[in-house]
């Protein structure tokens, strides 16, 4: 059984930075896309970053210079650096990992962390 879990939420002023971080475990043989979405009350799920297992990155354009995502595979993790954050930014925040187990690749989901940009 495979699970991720999330960390790194909290409330921050406009402007100031914080760092997710969402760690997969249980019967991994690897995992291939990693990505970053969000979902404000009252809005879809929308995609906020992805990396491949290669390293390569794709960002919301809504997000672009300011967050930064990264992937230890040693780890199993991914990272999410949101810097000069907006009131815009507060969601939920959800990452997605592409895993390869004895069953098959299938999309996992982390429980969410609660990310609130104010004042």
């Known amino acids: 059984q495979v699970q991720l879990v999330e960390s790194g939420g909290g409330l921050v002023q406009p402007g100031g930075s914080l760092r997710l971080s969402c760690a997969a475990s249980g019967n991994i043989f690897s995992i291939r896309a990693m990505g970053w979405y969000r979902q404000a009350p009252g809005k879809q799920r929308e995609l906020v970053a992805t990396?491949?297992?290669?390293?390569?990155?794709n960002y919301a354009d809504s997000v672009k210079g300011r967050f930064t995502i990264s992937r230890d595979n040693a780890k199993n993790t991914v990272y999410l650096q949101m810097n000069s954050l907006k009131p815009e930014d507060t969601a939920v925040y959800y990452c997605n990992m592409q895993i390869f187990t004895d069953r098959g690749t299938r999309d996992y989901w982390g429980q969410g962390t609660q990310v609130t940009v104010s004042s």
């Open positions: 990396i491949s297992s290669g390293g390569s990155t």
